[in-house]
């Protein structure tokens, strides 16, 4: 068996007038954040790590931001397509260990949410998708309420 490991960041601006989508579900909150597609900056930072892992770019590189198919897109289509693309290389996730840095809205209550729909997505046991979320403390563009970010590591095998 042979394993990589990944790693991805992803950011985007809270503002109005846009829903908050985080890890494949839809949380109640003022803003939501701005982006090409629904701006799912969890699941961005899972495909960037998952791609980084088996040497194929980021994801940019095959769901760019000047495609019209991909404006105002689903976030977890565009990780079942990342999936689908390691696959091709003879690969599998193993388990995903992320962070979700935002000052509000509180996060703790969503997670299990989001670990079931993401374990969904990439056909892996919820234990093995580890979801955390912080603040910053009031402190940068996080802690002004300006924007969330989020960081992966993933371990993909090859059987």
């Given at each position: 068996?042979?394993?990589?490991t990944?790693?991805?960041?992803?950011?985007h601006?809270?503002?109005?007038?846009?829903?908050?989508?985080?890890?494949?579900?839809?949380?109640?909150?003022e803003?939501?954040?701005?982006?090409?597609?629904?701006a799912?900056?969890?699941?961005?930072?899972?495909?960037?790590a998952?791609?980084?892992?088996?040497?194929?770019?980021?994801?940019?590189?095959?769901?760019?931001?000047?495609?019209?198919?991909?404006?105002?897109?689903?976030?977890?289509?565009?990780?079942?397509?990342?999936?689908?693309l390691?696959?091709?290389?003879g690969?599998?996730?193993g388990?995903?260990?992320?962070?979700?840095?935002?000052?509000?809205?509180?996060?703790?209550p969503?997670?299990?949410a989001?670990q079931?729909?993401?374990?969904?997505l990439?056909?892996?046991?919820?234990?093995?998708v580890?979801?955390?979320?912080?603040?910053?403390?009031?402190?940068?563009?996080?802690?002004?309420?300006?924007?969330?970010?989020?960081?992966?590591?993933?371990?993909?095998?090859?059987h």
């Open positions: 068996m042979k394993i990589r990944g790693f991805g960041f992803d950011v601006q809270l503002i109005e007038g846009r829903e908050l989508r985080l890890g494949g579900i839809r949380l109640e909150h803003k939501g954040l701005l982006g090409h597609s629904d799912d900056v969890l699941i961005h930072a899972i495909c960037d998952l791609l980084g892992a088996a040497n194929m770019r980021d994801i940019g590189y095959h769901f760019p931001d000047t495609a019209a198919e991909y404006k105002n897109a689903d976030s977890r289509i565009i990780l079942g397509k990342t999936v689908q390691i696959a091709g290389k690969y599998t996730v388990n995903v260990d992320a962070v979700i840095v935002a000052e509000r809205p509180k996060l703790q969503h997670i299990p989001m079931a729909t993401l374990a969904r990439m056909n892996i046991d919820e234990d093995d580890s979801i955390k979320a912080t603040t910053t403390e009031k402190l940068g563009f996080t802690g002004r309420e300006e924007g969330i970010s989020a960081y992966a590591t993933v371990l993909i095998e090859k």
